[in-house]
Structure formats: C-alpha cells, structure tokens
C-alpha cells in the first residue's frame, strides 16, 4: 500500500489552532491603548489584567497535561477550543478592570491544555526524526499570529472598535472544532486515513497492529512508571530545560504583553502604527523558529547526541537574545528598538520546537505530564512579567529595568543550560528496571 502523509495534516490542524490560540491570547495587548483610556487603567492595572490570564493558565496547564495523558487530546482539546473561544467572545462585554480580569483568567483557564496536547500529538503521531521539524511547523504557529495579529487585530479594533474585535475572533474557535473532531484519532492506529506504510514509519518499526482501541493503546504504552514523578521533578536535564523555558516565557510575555505600549508610550505610535511595527520582530522569530527545529533534527540525525541537537540550539539562542536586547537600556532610539527588539523576539523564540522535543526525548511515555510541567513554569513566567513589569514602569517611569531583568534572565538560562542539560548521560535518563527496584 502507498505511504500517505495524514500525520502532516494533522500537524497542520495543530499549527491553525496555535494560530487561533495565540491570535486570541494576544489580542488585548493591542486593545489595551484603547482600553486603558476607556477605563482609566494605571500602569499596574493594565499588568494586572496582563496578568490575569497567567493565573487562569497556571490554574490548568499542570492538570492539562495529566487529563491529555489520561483522555486524550481528541475530546480534551475540543473543550478546551470550545471555552476559551466563548471566553475571548465574552471579553468584548466587559464593563470595566474587575470584569476585564475576569474573562482574561477564563481565557488562561481555557487555554491550559493547548501545549500538553500539541506534545501529546507529536509523541504519538512522529517518529522521533520528525519531532523537532513537526513541532517546529506548528510551534512557528505563534511568531506567525503574533506577526499577522499584529496589524490584524488592530485594523479590527479600528474599524469595528474592541468590542467588535473581540466578537469576531471569538467566532474562529467554533470552525475550527468540528475538523479536528471528525479527522483526529489519539492514536494513527485508529485512522483509516494512515496507511500502514505511514503507520510503520510513524511507529518505527516493521509490524502494526490494528483494531486495538484507544483505551487498550493507552492502557499499554502509559502503564503505571514507578518513580516517574521523582524523575520528572529531580531530572537535571528536565529541571534546566524548565527554568530555560520559564525564560522563554518571561521573554514572550514581556514582548507580546508590552511591545505595543512600549512603543506607543515611548515613541508615541497610533494603533496602527503599533500594529505595523510589531510584524519585523514576530516575522523574524518565525523565521529562525522553523530553522532551527529543521536545524536540530537534522543535528540529530548527523550526530545521534541530544546535547548537540537541542541543548546547544537553547543556551546560544537564548546568549544572543540576551546581547541582542542590551543596547536598547542605553540608547533611545526607535530604530534602534525595532532593530534589538526584533533580534531579541528572534532568537529568544528560535528554540521553542527543542524545549518540547527535550519532553519527548526523555519521557515519551508521560509526555503530556511533561510538559504540564514545563508549561506551569512558563505560566508563571508569564504572570511574573505582566505584573512585575507594571510595577517596575510604574515604579521608575521607563522601561530600561524592565529590558534589563529581561537579559539578567536569559543569562540565568544560558548558564543553567550549559551545567545541567545532558540529554544523552544515561544517568539522567528514566530508567523503569531501577525505579522499579527502589519501590
């Protein structure tokens, strides 16, 4: 039978509702000019609605991954698309700070299990050459909307108001749903649009088996692991690559929550102007992002080590983001912003696919907990710099600490990566035959 490609399609389904999600996510960042004059919102409040969302995302990125390991990301991403579209709908009846707040926590809430799942698919639906390169296809998914969303959004918020925007993109959730419910299955097992040849590749082995349902197949490949929390929260590697990804976060949440009132107060842009300006940094970054998940695959391929395929791509990206920004504390200029701010969301954003992979490569079994995990410590990366990026402005009338914390961080991640992350010593992988000996 010929090999058919399903597991690209189904990529691309994960890479539209990313585009959705972080489309949905972002979009009060750009209405916030106009929000903040309608409800006279500080500083501080328009970090603590920033905010909000991080705290609804903490709440039920952890517990995400657990119910996709557990339900599968078939139903638990259907729901999840299905609330948080009604949430970012709701958003354009809000009334003032307390209900802004509200919706904004819904939002995050909703939009937990979005990560867990798309790990979840890629573990189940790649075999590990492909995994860097499939996440790097559906994770460029969030530069992009960032990019598009940009000029988007806020030709949406000119020409209808916010409350327009907000309705309008609450409507693509809902079109979204009823394709991924009628052509994803948990496992390609279960697909009948997966040929057996694309199954044996997916699987990476010479037998297949059909007919088994997917409740068994969960059964069997997500048997109980003694001491797999022991590892997931000890691992040196996992430990390091979740602190890396907390800088990431602090990274994305500070750019995609602040850049278009950095540059609107700093410089004094319009709405549109914002919109416009914020394209080269995102573009950018989608860019580098889809490299260097080819990039890394490609590494591993070559070389067979981890270390170099996804450890190096983080702790260089992450120094270059981080030397890239340090001109900015120095010199006010708004070419000079577009240009550092611009290599900084780059680079900051070029390893995202190898965080994910790092999940997989170390625990495909759990990889959904995994990445729960890892997810919370960018949640809460993200509620630190919406709020403390508020107080900090607030506090000192300029960005210039704020930028400053930022490349203090990135540094903090290039050494934590460079001592710690060694994807390849045996003794930082999940060994069941030992862990079962120690119960």
């Known amino acids: 039978m010929k090999e058919t490609k399903f597991r690209w399609l189904i990529i691309g389904l994960v890479f539209l509702i990313t585009v959705i999600n972080y489309v949905d996510r972002s979009a009060i960042a750009f209405a916030m000019p106009l929000l903040s004059k309608q409800f006279h919102m500080s500083s501080e409040d328009i970090g603590l609605t920033l905010g909000a969302f991080n705290i609804g995302y903490a709440i039920l990125v952890f517990f995400g991954g ?9 139903k638990v991403w259907v729901f999840a698309a299905l609330v948080w579209s009604l949430s970012i709908f709701s958003t354009a009846f809000a009334t003032g700070l307390a209900m802004l707040f509200t919706v904004r926590m819904m939002l995050g809430v909703a939009e937990g299990p979005n990560f867990p799942a798309l790990n979840r698919v890629v573990g189940d639906w790649l075999p590990s050459n492909e995994r860097a390169v499939a996440l790097g296809n559906a994770l460029v998914a969030v530069p992009l909307a960032l990019m598009l969303g940009g000029p988007i959004v806020a030709a949406l918020a000119t020409f209808f108001g916010w409350q327009g925007m907000f309705i309008i993109l609450g409507l693509l959730g809902f079109i979204w749903i009823p394709v991924w419910y009628g052509l994803y299955r948990d496992f390609p097992e279960n697909s009948n649009r997966v040929s057996d040849a694309e199954l044996k590749q997916i699987r990476e082995t010479a037998q ?11 059964r069997s490949s997500h048997a ?211 862990a079962l000996q120690q119960q």
Not at 208 to 218: F, L, T
Request: charged share 10%.
């Open 208 to 218: 297949v088996r059909r007919g088994i349902s997917d409740k068994e197949i969960r």
């Open 66 to 74: 657990l119910m996709v390991d557990k339900w599968g990301a078939r």
């Open 224 to 434: 109980a692991m003694p001491g797999m929390w022991k590892f997931l929260l000890t691992n040196p590697t996992l430990l390091s690559n979740d602190w890396a990804f907390f800088v990431f976060g602090y990274n994305l949440f500070f750019f995609m929550g602040w850049l278009p009132t950095f540059l609107s107060k700093s410089y004094h842009l319009d709405l549109k102007q914002v919109g416009w300006f914020s394209v080269l940094p995102w573009a950018l970054a989608a860019i580098m992002l889809f490299s260097v998940g080819h990039l890394s695959d490609r590494i591993y391929k070559n070389t067979g080590s981890l270390r170099y395929a996804r450890s190096y791509p983080i702790w260089i990206t992450q120094l270059l983001a981080a030397v890239s920004l340090a001109p900015i504390i120095f010199y006010h200029s708004l070419l000079l912003a577009l240009i550092c701010i611009s290599l900084a969301v780059g680079f900051g954003m070029a390893s995202n696919s190898t965080f994910y992979a790092i999940n997989v490569d170390m625990i495909k079994q759990r990889t959904g907990t995994a990445m729960g995990i890892m997810d919370f410590f960018f949640a809460v990366a993200g509620l630190i710099a919406s709020t403390l990026t508020g107080w900090i402005i607030q506090l000192t009338g300029s960005f210039a600490g704020a930028f400053a914390l930022v490349v203090v961080l990135n540094l903090t991640a290039v050494v934590g990566v460079l001592l710690f992350h060694h994807p390849d010593n045996k003794k930082h992988a999940y060994n069941y035959k030992a």
